[in-house]
């Protein structure tokens, strides 16, 4: 897999598509990212072996989606303690497994439209997301690890209506896998620099002021070894498969009364290392 530390997928003036690698450690966001001057990369995607750093330098117009594209989001359900207690279930015995289509995915700053028939008990969910780097099948929790390319942040959309047991039969992805219900970035950051994934602050925004969730991945239930030897069992994961985690408690659908995004609504997802997407929830007329 690719060497870098923290890379950004952008757009320049000229309408041209690069990687660059963002310098320091600072928390990024859009305003920080966009007109700023980055290093870029040779190759297409980290997953090609000509990926490399060059001397030339582009200045960031557009911050796009850290991947171009996505074989599949392996999600995980219930999967930190204090989200389990708010929701009044017990904690799963092995990891709650659902799935979100490729064309879910959604830049960092991008809106994110809504159907009609979505937009009752639309929610927010911050997660921590690995991205898999190479082919993985059969891994262990003890080599589970090696196959992360690196770590982003993620919001997985969820629109609660289409949630509820009688219209989904218990099915989490048909309430989540809609078009543009996984925005990801801003980075990617390399598992050497994030360090501990599992040490990592995280939380949600509305509108700018408004914190909803806040919490550490120190409380996921299944860590990031456990999942991706979970998902891997008989099945290989590609490059490019984006797992998100969990989120923590603090979602709409269990405050009292519930507090579901409005359209208009902007949504941050902040976590420590990586940075902060924001992306604006956009009602569709019928």
Known sequence: MAAFSRIVRFRNSAGQIFYGEVPGDDLVDQKSLVGSKVAVYKGESPFDNDFSLTDNKEEISEVLAPLAQVPIFECVGVNYLKHVQETGSEAPKYPVIFKKAPDALAGPFEDVPVHPDCQGEMDYEAELCAIIGKDCKN??????????????????????????????????????????????????????????????????????????????????????????????????????????????????????????????????VEIEKIGRLSNKMVFEKA
């Open 139 to 268: 891994a262990t929790k003890e080599n589970a690890l090696d196959y992360v390319l690196g770590y982003t942040a993620g919001n997985d959309v969820s629109s609660r209506f289409w949630q509820r047991k009688e219209r989904s039969g218990g099915q989490h992805g048909s309430a989540k896998g809609f078009d543009k219900f996984a925005p990801i970035g801003p980075v990617i950051v390399s598992p050497s620099a994030i360090g501990d994934p599992h040490n990592l602050s995280l939380k949600t925004i509305v509108n700018g002021i408004d914190v909803r969730q806040e919490a550490r991945t120190d409380d996921l239930i299944f860590k990031l070894p456990e999942i991706i030897a979970h998902l891997s069992r008989g099945t290989t994961l590609r490059p490019g498969t984006v797992i998100m985690s969990g989120t923590p408690s603090g979602v709409a659908a269990y405050m009292k009364p519930p507090r579901f995004l409005k359209d208009g609504d902007v949504v941050d």
